[in-house]
């Protein structure tokens, strides 16, 4: 997930170089978008990581 957001994010920054706003805005919302996906993962996964390990002990 962060893979892609870093991608999308250098599509903006490209986009944004040669002028294309409109495309360099999408690009970033899609990134951050994808960022705060993968941060809500993360989250969501180190919590089941913690639970499970608790209840093996």
Do not use: E, Y
């Not at 951050?32 to 499970?52: Q, R, S, T, Y």
């Amino acid at each position: 997930m962060f893979k892609w957001a870093l991608i999308f994010l250098i599509i903006a920054g490209i986009a944004a170089i040669l002028g294309f706003g409109g495309i360099a805005g999408a690009a970033a919302g899609i990134a951050k978008f994808l960022f705060f996906v993968g941060l809500a993962l993360v989250a969501i996964f180190l919590v089941l990581g913690v639970m499970a390990g608790k209840k093996l002990s």
